[in-house]
């Protein structure tokens, strides 16, 4: 049986693989931070979700350092990872919270309200619709990509990708002070 | 600017301003700790089963009794016969291949080779043995589940089912039945060789749940057919269905229910980041035992025991398999995998035996477990085209 790749990689020793993480993750967990931080709507909260999982793929990283796409299973991890019942009850349990970061929204040249709103309405979402939402319009995945990464059907992506662009718009419109995202209605 | 450029632009500012809020970058030594926090979960947890199988070899009256209905988990029974050495791809004898069948490549192997399996399109995702053949779902590129029976001896019938993706079949004990959950929630059950299919309800929250168990042979109108149907993720919830009658959520404290069996739900009772504690309850809600060891998976088709993992499971494969007594959660084997071995599904293939597919670097196969801890090849190794995917699917019971 020929070697495989993970065999050379025990070979070579564990710093290897080592350093191969480290270096992977200087490049990567920016990235993954901030589709924490939309998946979580909470700094601390985001920090803590990236963290487990950058772990839990450190501690896989032989199995899946040599796979197709790290970056694709580093994602699976975190969404996963947010949205599983582990996670989900870890977050009952000891609830985080930042919101005084949130409700006073900072006011760059660019604010206009609707950033505010919008991102309002987007953590209002329903835990998959918000995946979705994040996964397909931040992430600008695929709706195949999005559907493997959450493990569920292309159909259901598309449905719930639908049923949040109507929320949004439907949130958005109350507004009367909007002209921007909602007047694409 | 279209909606979605705009909706793309607006969460890019959200996003970014995570660290305008206070939010920063891990260092390496963070990530370290927890990874270190995580081992050494699943190391606390073994060292302080070892140091209770001493206690128990000396002191065996020290087994603590919380209350009159709960107990902790006792500690295995010492006896020579069972073979507890880790579980590794070595030598092993080579016993008969799966007995209800299993799914290798995507593609549902037949006893009889000769009959073909027309109409099955994609790759098999789930698997159930049930009588005279299996339900088995396919999965298309799309990501679609369609679910079918296949026939013992070959053929499939006329009929097929959307299923939820990445859910899973439950069978009723004497394999008459095969439930399931369509996309939209609905639970469906197949029986009578795929001749027979009833509806039985829709449960509210529609996606994200799985079948989890049936416990009885007919589900036909009238009949006193319960099934079982949890969520696979997000809040958990569970729903029995009934024929002709509305689906109802059960309590609470049984949300997380894997496995029922005559009246008893095996689920989990906390998790944490760490590790997590399950229970065997009665429908009153009593806790038959517990335990904070071992994750509860699934009963042995005569109910006598619980298949079990460790307490902590992070999604990407098991180093434990343990089988308890369904009675008192007495632990009858505990087996560890070698180093780098990882166990990525494990199902009863008869009331005595357990089949594992299980990898180490650059090869899977599925071993054949007995209750003494005696193992074989069920199906001998293969080279790992993906060593993060298994190319093997088992049917559940």
Redesign the interface.
């Given at each position: 049986?020929p070697t495989?790749v993970?065999?050379m990689r025990?070979d070579e020793g564990p710093d290897a693989a080592h350093a191969d993480f480290?270096s992977w993750?200087a490049a990567r967990?920016?990235r993954l931070?901030?589709?924490a931080?939309?998946l979580t709507g909470d700094?601390h909260a985001?920090?803590d979700l990236?963290?487990?999982a950058?772990?839990?793929l450190?501690?896989?990283w032989?199995?899946?350092a040599?796979?197709p796409s790290v970056d694709a299973?580093a994602r699976k991890v975190l969404v996963?990872e947010h949205?599983?019942?582990?996670?989900?009850?870890?977050r009952h349990?000891e609830v985080v919270s930042?919101t005084s970061?949130?409700e006073v929204p900072?006011r760059g040249e660019?604010y206009d309200g609707?950033?505010a709103a919008?991102?309002s309405a987007?953590r209002a979402l329903p835990?998959?619709q918000r995946a979705v939402?994040?996964l397909r319009?931040?992430e600008?995945l695929s709706e195949?990509e999005t559907?493997?990464a959450l493990?569920?059907?292309?159909?259901?992506?598309k449905s719930q990708a639908s049923r949040a662009?109507t929320t949004?718009r439907t949130h958005l419109g109350d507004r009367d002070d909007l002209t921007?995202?909602e007047a694409?209605r | 600017m279209n909606t979605e450029t705009d909706l793309n632009t607006r969460l890019t500012r959200e996003a970014d301003s995570f660290f305008r809020n206070g939010g920063t970058e891990l260092d390496l030594s963070q990530v370290l700790n927890r990874a270190g926090e995580i081992r050494r979960g699943r190391r606390m947890r073994a060292t302080m089963l070892m140091a209770a199988c001493v206690l128990a070899i000396a002191a065996p009256t020290a087994l603590v009794v919380t209350n009159r209905h709960v107990t902790t988990q006792p500690q295995p029974t010492q006896h020579g016969r069972v073979d507890e050495s880790p579980l590794a791809l070595g030598d092993l004898p080579v016993g008969d291949s799966p007995h209800h069948g299993f799914s290798e490549d995507g593609t549902w192997q037949l006893r009889v080779a000769a009959n073909g399996l027309g109409g099955l399109r994609g790759q098999v995702a789930a698997a159930a043995a049930v009588k005279d053949g299996a339900m088995v779902a396919m999965r298309r590129e799309s990501g679609e589940m369609t679910a079918y029976f296949i026939y013992e001896q070959g053929g499939v019938s006329e009929q097929s089912w959307p299923m939820e993706s990445g859910s899973a079949f439950a069978v009723s004990d004497g394999g008459n039945v095969a439930a399931f959950v369509e996309p939209d929630g609905t639970v469906v059950a197949v029986q009578d060789r795929g001749t027979q299919s009833f509806e039985l309800g829709t449960i509210p929250r529609g996606t994200g749940f799985t079948a989890v168990a049936v416990d009885y042979e007919d589900c036909s109108e009238g009949a006193a057919c319960n099934v079982y149907a949890a969520t696979r993720g997000g809040e958990p919830e569970t729903y029995l269905l009934q024929p002709g009658t509305t689906p109802k959520a059960l309590s609470p404290a049984l949300a997380h229910t894997t496995d029922v069996s005559s009246g008893r739900f095996a689920g989990f009772t906390s998790i944490s980041d760490t590790g997590s504690c399950s229970a065997v309850r009665d429908a009153k809600l009593t806790t038959l035992w517990k335990s904070c060891d071992h994750r509860l998976l699934a009963f042995s088709p005569d109910g006598k025991h619980l298949l079990a993992s460790g307490a902590y499971g992070d999604g990407m494969g098991d180093g434990e398999l343990a089988v308890l007594d369904s009675d008192n959660g007495k632990v009858v084997l505990d087996l560890k995998t070698a180093a780098e071995g990882v166990l990525t599904q494990m199902v009863w293939e008869d009331d005595e035996h357990l089949l594992a597919v299980m990898h180490q670097p650059g090869r899977w196969a599925v071993l054949r477990i007995g209750l003494d801890g005696s193992r074989e090849y069920a199906v001998e190794p293969v080279k790992a085209e993906d060593d993060t995917a298994s190319p093997f699917v088992l049917p559940t019971l």
């Open positions: 049986m495989t993970r065999e025990v480290a993750m967990q920016g931070l901030r589709t931080y939309l700094v985001a920090e990236v963290q487990t950058l772990a839990k450190y501690l896989a032989d199995r899946v040599d796979a299973y996963n949205t599983s019942m582990w996670r989900r009850l870890w349990r930042d970061t949130h900072v660019e609707v950033g919008l991102w987007v835990e998959r939402v994040v319009y931040y600008q195949k559907a493997d493990g569920v059907s292309l159909g259901t992506v662009l949004l921007g995202w694409h | -």
